[in-house]
């Protein structure tokens, strides 16, 4: 549109443009020096060629101002060449994920403390939409992310306390169909199976586990570029969002930056874990998914006013809704999984502990039909939150349940991780300890759990990482008996039910209670196994065969006529 640059001058910026993409940096004064060398040489020096402030408002305005570097330009021009760009246009078709650490100090479940937690986040890029999110206590792990990706394909339940205003309220499907379909009353929470996931670049993104998830539910995980921002902006700016319309508001709350924090935030913190989850999908359900969303207008209506929840209401009248809820068994089929061979005895062998169940004694010894790398052996899956079971789908696509074989027949274990099996494994190895069966570890991971000190003086004497620990701990098993559906059925009797059971929040002293008594529901197991088929009689009480000895007792009156027999019968001393 500028009368200066003429068809001479676009085709010598053009050409300019790409040899500097090509060589290292330079700046715009230079630029300007190959625009002029390339018409002098390639038109002739009577062409006029514009001053260098034309140049440059040209430049910036076909090409940015260029503050990125060389090699992330690069990559962006190649991108734009290629004409890859993403036009996202329906729901679910690109949704970011992102974690960062709240800026709201929480109480920890086990000791009451005030800890930071992590806040991970997935945003639908189209609607805006919040579809789930989870707190964890420490960094999320590829499980917390596996479930976060299930969490998106499954309806929010009604929680209690939630009025109508917030049941599913999107036309063309009635919240009774959603309800019939789930079994409970649906949140008016979009969900929908993702097509492409964005992420950054950190190393829960990065493993095997994550890439096996991408492929049984069928989603692309496509990492932003480094360095740039604006391939999941929506996502950072959500957390902004976030902090200012809600979190600044609570007590506890820390701010972002050190010097900015108040006198004592870890004083003030009065939300639990829980109460925050709470809070936080209360005010995505109310407040989030109802606001006005401004600039972020769809292209069809840049002039309406839109929210995450008309957004997607429009997008179900024009495009359709898939309504496809995946099922229960999708949890087992999310966590890592381990190909081993079935021992005749003992099980499988997962991570350092032994699992068996009945489930196995059609295959035990027996190869797998599975071909390929893992050919012969069976697929066994694990929870990493919580080590006491793991999970076997038999060739007829039934799940069951295995139990590690250091589990005491009846009483409950506390729930305990990854970290503290290998704990377990290292003090069992630096003991000498050197145990034929799992049972035999039992004692030692319950001392790990429990502690050593008595427990008026454990909240003191236990150092405070080792008590993060504990609360991260607890607080995993928590997550993982919410995640768990609902146990297959097994047959006859059995204690596999403890596998889909919820697990209630407890503070330190009741979950080391729960330890002692399994250790002592464990010693009083081997003792009745080892007195198998012998009588039991009770011990007699402290002092009574003194007090039957003793020649100073005065006898009871069932045994005055003994007394007189005795004395009846009784030689008489000579005088």
Same mark, same amino acid.
């Given at each position: 549109t500028?009368?200066?640059?003429?068809?001479?001058?676009?085709?010598?910026?053009?050409?300019?443009?790409?040899?500097?993409?090509?060589?290292?940096?330079?700046?715009?004064?230079?630029?300007?020096?190959?625009?002029?060398?390339?018409?002098?040489?390639?038109f002739?020096?009577?062409?006029?060629?514009?001053?260098?402030?034309?140049?440059?408002?040209?430049?910036?305005e076909?090409?940015?101002?260029?503050?990125?570097?060389?090699?992330?330009?690069?990559?962006?021009?190649?991108?734009?060449?290629?004409g890859?760009h993403?036009?996202?246009?329906?729901?679910?078709?690109?949704?970011?994920?992102?974690?960062?650490?709240?800026?709201?100090?929480?109480?920890?479940?086990?000791?009451?403390?005030?800890?930071?937690?992590?806040?991970?986040?997935?945003?639908?890029?189209?609607t805006?939409?919040?579809?789930?999110?989870?707190?964890?206590?420490?960094?999320?792990t590829?499980?917390?992310?596996?479930?976060?990706?299930?969490?998106?394909?499954?309806?929010?339940?009604?929680?209690?306390?939630?009025?109508? #205003?917030?049941?599913?309220?999107?036309?063309?499907?009635?919240?009774?169909?959603?309800?019939?379909?789930?079994?409970?009353?649906?949140?008016a929470?979009?969900?929908?199976?993702?097509?492409?996931?964005?992420? #950054?670049?950190?190393?829960?993104?990065?493993?095997?586990?994550?890439?096996?998830?991408?492929?049984?539910?069928?989603?692309?995980?496509?990492?932003?570029?480094?360095?740039?921002?604006?391939?999941?902006?929506?996502?950072?700016?959500?957390?902004?969002?976030?902090?200012?319309?809600?979190?600044?508001?609570?007590?506890?709350?820390?701010?972002?930056?050190a010097?900015?924090?108040?006198?004592?935030?870890?004083?003030?913190?009065?939300?639990?874990?829980?109460?925050?989850?709470?809070?936080?999908?209360?005010?995505?359900?109310?407040v989030?998914?109802?606001?006005?969303?401004?600039?972020?207008?769809?292209?069809?209506?840049?002039?309406?006013?839109?929210?995450?929840?008309?957004?997607?209401?429009?997008?179900?009248?024009?495009?359709g809704?898939?309504?496809?809820?995946?099922?229960?068994?999708?949890?087992?089929?999310?966590?890592?999984?381990?190909?081993v061979?079935?021992?005749?005895?003992?099980g499988?062998?997962?991570?350092?502990?032994?699992?068996?169940?009945?489930?196995?004694?059609?295959y035990?010894?027996?190869?797998?039909?599975?071909?390929?790398?893992?050919?012969?052996?069976?697929?066994i899956h694990?929870d990493?939150?919580?080590?006491?079971?793991?999970?076997?789908?038999?060739?007829?696509h039934?799940?069951?349940?295995?139990r590690?074989?250091?589990l005491?027949?009846?009483?409950?274990?506390?729930?305990?991780?990854?970290?503290?099996?290998?704990?377990?494994?290292?003090?069992?190895?630096?003991?000498?300890?050197?145990?034929r069966?799992?049972?035999?570890?039992?004692?030692?991971?319950?001392?790990?759990?429990?502690?050593?000190?008595?427990?008026?003086?454990?909240?003191?004497?236990?150092p405070r990482?080792?008590?993060?620990?504990?609360?991260?701990?607890?607080?995993?098993?928590?997550?993982?008996?919410?995640?768990?559906?609902?146990?297959?059925?097994?047959?006859?009797?059995?204690?596999?039910?403890?596998?889909?059971?919820?697990?209630?929040a407890?503070?330190?002293?009741?979950?080391?209670?729960?330890?002692?008594?399994?250790?002592?529901?464990?010693?009083?197991?081997?003792?009745?196994?080892?007195?198998?088929?012998?009588?039991i009689?009770?011990?007699?009480?402290?002092?009574?065969?003194?007090?039957?000895?003793?020649?100073?007792?005065?006898?009871?009156?069932?045994?005055?006529?003994?007394?007189?027999?005795?004395?009846?019968?009784?030689?008489?001393?000579?005088?």
């Amino acid at each position: 549109t500028r009368p200066a640059i003429t068809g001479e001058v676009r085709e010598a910026i053009a050409a300019v443009r790409a040899e500097t993409l090509h060589r290292s940096r330079v700046s715009m004064k230079t630029r300007e020096r190959m625009i002029r060398q390339y018409v002098r040489e390639m038109f002739g020096p009577d062409v006029p060629v514009p001053c260098y402030t034309t140049l440059r408002a040209v430049w910036v305005e076909w090409f940015g101002p260029g503050g990125a570097r060389q090699r992330y330009a690069r990559s962006a021009a190649r991108l734009q060449s290629a004409g890859e760009h993403v036009v996202i246009g329906r729901p679910g078709q690109v949704v970011a994920l992102d974690t960062t650490e709240l800026a709201v100090m929480v109480r920890e479940g086990v000791f009451g403390e005030a800890v930071p937690v992590h806040l991970t986040l997935a945003m639908d890029v189209y609607t805006h939409s919040l579809v789930a999110f989870r707190l964890t206590l420490v960094s999320d792990t590829s499980t917390d992310v596996a479930m976060l990706l299930r969490d998106v394909m499954l309806p929010l339940p009604l929680r209690p306390g939630w009025g109508a #205003d917030m049941e599913w309220p999107y036309p063309g499907i009635p919240a009774t169909v959603v309800a019939q379909l789930t079994g409970y009353k649906v949140a008016a929470l979009p969900f929908f199976a993702p097509e492409t996931v964005t992420t #950054d670049h950190g190393s829960v993104y990065k493993n095997h586990h994550l890439v096996e998830v991408q492929r049984v539910i069928g989603v692309n995980i496509l990492p932003a570029r480094v360095l740039r921002p604006t391939d999941k902006q929506a996502v950072e700016r959500a957390f902004a969002a976030i902090q200012s319309l809600l979190l600044e508001f609570l007590l506890g709350y820390r701010g972002v930056d050190a010097a900015d924090r108040g006198e004592d935030p870890e004083g003030d913190a009065v939300w639990t874990i829980d109460e925050m989850e709470h809070l936080i999908a209360t005010w995505v359900v109310k407040v989030w998914q109802n606001r006005v969303l401004g600039g972020h207008a769809p292209a069809w209506d840049p002039g309406g006013r839109h929210s995450p929840n008309t957004l997607f209401a429009a997008a179900m009248a024009q495009g359709g809704f898939g309504l496809q809820i995946p099922a229960a068994e999708l949890f087992y089929e999310l966590l890592p999984a381990h190909h081993v061979k079935i021992h005749n005895r003992r099980g499988v062998k997962i991570k350092g502990l032994w699992y068996d169940g009945p489930a196995l004694d059609p295959y035990r010894n027996t190869p797998s039909p599975r071909g390929g790398v893992h050919a012969g052996t069976w697929r066994i899956h694990r929870d990493p939150r919580d080590r006491r079971f793991a999970y076997f789908q038999d060739p007829q696509h039934q799940w069951h349940v295995l139990r590690w074989t250091g589990l005491p027949p009846e009483g409950t274990v506390p729930s305990f991780a990854d970290a503290r099996v290998q704990e377990l494994l290292r003090a069992a190895r630096d003991g000498g300890l050197a145990p034929r069966t799992d049972a035999e570890l039992l004692p030692v991971l319950l001392e790990l759990i429990g502690g050593h000190t008595p427990v008026t003086e454990w909240p003191t004497q236990i150092p405070r990482h080792k008590r993060t620990g504990h609360a991260r701990e607890a607080a995993q098993g928590e997550a993982a008996a919410a995640d768990r559906p609902a146990p297959p059925p097994e047959p006859g009797p059995g204690p596999a039910s403890e596998a889909g059971a919820t697990v209630v929040a407890m503070r330190w002293p009741d979950r080391a209670r729960q330890a002692a008594d399994a250790v002592d529901d464990e010693r009083r197991r081997r003792r009745e196994q080892a007195l198998a088929g012998q009588a039991i009689t009770a011990p007699p009480r402290m002092g009574d065969e003194l007090r039957r000895r003793s020649l100073l007792i005065l006898p009871g009156e069932d045994d005055d006529a003994t007394v007189t027999t005795v004395a009846a019968h009784r030689p008489e001393a000579p005088r």
